[in-house]
């Protein structure tokens, strides 16, 4: 699938922790305590259009079928924030981030604390699309690219057999985006070819068995990097999947499955909904006829059963379900509360638009778990609903959250192509006089991002930070503890949790790769510091 393994296992060498205690101070600011906040975005619809004016009182929230007191309400409407009632929704934003020092780096997709407008990010499938549907769809988001409004920020990634890359990062400039359009090419997947010509047709379907699985579980992981990627990124993130797809189930219903790939989805769709990531499937063979095995729907909202309820029901019933991999982008569109996007016209920009357009209105319900349901390492995955009280309005949110999700491993963030951006890092280097050969580094991690529990008078929290250089076969991590008096939070998060490591290139060059990871909530930052050309 594109994605080199690491064969060699992680060896760490240097493991220690330093306590590191703030100073005294008067002010009392925002943070991130044990408390966790969900928040819940929905789009709201009626008549075809933005349902307008829904207030706080309009809405109940359930969790796991239990109504939620909503402690936070806002809105958010076109390119500016609506009002908010209620507290403020969770830790503070914080000023306006500094500028870098000089030679420094960081893993910042915002370059402001401040709220901004939502985002809107290109994934354009490679792996998933034949190289005739990619010369006909690249062509159509390279007009949407071309067509760039005023204050739209959006992002272009591609998904090849060479792995996850970012083309352009999120952005609202107009010509940067242009240069990302023009830089798309259609690519050949680079996975075994589809011949089966002369197989028997055991080993056939054996064959395309395989090929699915790889499908399904690197596009999981590519799902799961790019939440870890966007999500610190603020606002509503519409991830936009230019996709051929692959099969939900092998064979395809109303047969009993061979495969079943609803778990690697689900998996994928939890990851984005954490990030605040709603997926719509844009299908690249745009307008689709009887002949090609889709029936034309008039309908681009079409759905289809998306849930895995509604899937087994309709499983049972032996009814036909959506073909080829339609109902894989159903799915994942259902569960994040994004959308299906297919045969509205030939004109793939269009749906791209509509798409983007759908985000354009969003109410966000925030509400704070009783604390039973945090207690301990549970990893309780809970079911959300929202209802509208205001006839003839229909909803879209994410599905579910869990309690606490499984954190990625070490191995996992060193490899990923884009940074993790849970935690916010700065990263310095220079040479160390008093090691020729080996660079100072002084990583300085956001502590705003840490989650820091209150004992007695103190609040206390622990963050992993590990070094490797790419293509090493060792990675060294420092454990730096946190402990801050009641009247230093503020001058504590001010300064951030600065570690301080001299490391041996040992005449190498490349780059070095530094991941921070908090011990409390798995919560991960990563960043890649250029030592050099190789």
């Not at 493991?15 to 969900?38: I, K, N």
């Not at 819940?40 to 359930?62: C, I, P, Q, Y």
């Not at 952005?171 to 075994?192: C, F, G, I, V, Y």
């Amino acid at each position: 699938m594109g994605r080199r393994a690491i064969s060699c296992a992680l060896v760490f060498i240097a493991q220690y922790a330093p306590a590191q205690t703030a100073p005294s101070d008067e002010a009392a600011p925002t943070f991130s305590a044990a408390t966790r906040l969900v928040e819940v975005d929905v789009v709201a619809r009626s008549n075809g259009a933005h349902a307008t004016g829904l207030t706080k009182e309009d809405f109940t929230l359930l969790d796991n079928g239990k109504p939620q007191k909503i402690s936070v309400f806002s809105v958010k409407a076109g390119r500016t924030s609506g009002p908010a009632s209620g507290p403020a929704s969770g830790p503070a934003a914080g000023p306006s981030a500094a500028p870098l020092p000089a030679g420094a780096v960081s893993n910042r997709l915002e370059h402001t604390g401040e709220s901004s407008s939502n985002a809107t990010v290109l994934l354009i499938d490679q792996v998933n699309t034949p190289v005739a549907a990619q010369a006909y769809a690249i062509p159509r988001v390279v007009k949407f690219l071309q067509m760039h409004r005023p204050g739209d920020r959006i992002g272009v990634y591609t998904f090849s057999g060479d792995g996850l890359r970012a083309v352009k990062e999120i952005t609202d400039d107009a010509e940067l985006l242009s240069r990302a359009a023009r830089s798309l090419k259609a690519r050949d997947r680079r996975q075994r070819s589809h011949d089966t010509t002369g197989m028997t047709a055991h080993a056939a379907a054996d064959y395309e068995a395989l090929e699915t699985t790889e499908s399904a579980v690197g596009f999981r992981d590519v799902l799961k990097e790019v939440a870890r990627h966007l999500a610190k990124v603020p606002g509503r993130k519409s991830l936009i999947w230019v996709t051929n797809s692959f099969p939900l189930f092998i064979p395809p219903p109303p047969a009993p499955p061979i495969l079943d790939f609803r778990k690697e989805m689900e998996d994928a769709a939890r990851a984005l909904n954490d990030a605040n990531v709603a997926l719509y499937a844009v299908d690249a063979r745009g307008l689709q006829g009887a002949l090609d095995g889709l029936t034309p729907i008039q309908n681009a909202e079409f759905k289809g059963p998306q849930t895995p309820a509604q899937l087994r029901q309709q499983m049972h019933r032996g009814e036909p379900i959506s073909p080829d991999g339609l109902l894989t982008e159903q799915f994942l569109a259902d569960l994040t509360g994004g959308l299906a996007l297919y045969n509205k016209s030939n004109a793939i920009q269009e749906s791209i638009q509509a798409a983007q357009d759908d985000g354009e209105l969003t109410y966000t319900l925030g509400f704070y778990p009783a604390p039973e349901a945090q207690d301990g390492a549970s990893r309780n995955l809970h079911d959300l609903k929202v209802e509208v009280r205001k006839p003839g309005v229909s909803v879209r949110y994410r599905k579910n959250y869990f309690e606490r999700a499984s954190p990625p491993s070490l191995e996992t963030l060193l490899k990923d192509p884009l940074n993790a951006t849970q935690l916010e890092l700065v990263a310095e280097t220079m040479p160390d006089p008093a090691q020729p050969g080996s660079r100072q580094v002084r990583v300085t991690v956001d502590l705003r991002d840490v989650q820091l529990e209150r004992r007695n008078d103190t609040w206390v929290g622990a963050v992993d930070v590990s070094f490797m250089i790419e293509g090493s076969r060792t990675a060294g991590t420092i454990t730096t503890k946190v402990t801050i008096p009641d009247k230093g939070v503020a001058a504590a998060l001010e300064k951030g949790i600065v570690v301080n490591h001299s490391v041996d290139v040992g005449g190498q060059t490349g780059v070095l790769r530094i991941v921070a990871q908090d011990r409390a909530t798995g919560a991960a930052g990563s960043i890649r510091v250029p030592l050099g050309k190789r």
